[in-house]
């Protein structure tokens, strides 16, 4: 699918859901925190909400090729994150650099989906570090 404009939602919407995901833990005290650490619970919070982008905006919803691309891109980019401390900057500078030139090409939902994926995942990454230095 291919927009005609930059789309706003793709980039924003997917990044503040993991922002503020991520954000929840150090928040409310009482969420519990999965073995100590503060990114299972909010992960497993995106994953739990990705069906809802079947009723994405068209062009790219009421497909679910684009949750199952969403839900791959958040797993691939978190999964080495447990072995690469710094997997997290690879994962960020990729959906800015997808951010850029996506919405201009023809690309299948899936590709979208791993977009989206990769989007909430960078929210999750940046709401982290917000949480863990401001909160």
């Avoid at 519990?32 to 790219?60: D, E, N, V």
């Avoid at 009421?62 to 199952?68: D, H, K, N, Q, T």
Wanted: net charge neutral.
């Amino acid at each position: 699918m291919k927009w005609d404009d930059p789309p706003l939602w793709p980039v924003v919407a997917p990044s503040l859901v993991g922002f503020f995901s991520a954000c929840m833990p150090h928040i409310f005290d009482w969420i519990p925190r999965l073995w100590g650490w503060t990114l299972p619970a909010p992960f497993l919070g995106l994953m739990i909400l990705s069906p809802l982008l079947y009723f994405a905006p068209k062009p790219a919803g009421g497909r679910i090729e684009l949750v199952l691309g969403a839900n791959v891109a958040m797993l691939l980019a978190l999964i080495p994150q447990l072995f690469l401390f710094v997997w997290f900057i690879v994962v960020i500078l990729s959906w800015i650099f997808q951010s850029m030139y996506v919405w201009r090409h023809n690309y299948p939902p899936f590709r979208i989906g791993t977009w989206l994926g990769l989007g909430a995942v960078s929210g999750l990454f940046i709401g982290d570090l917000f949480a863990h230095f401001v909160l």
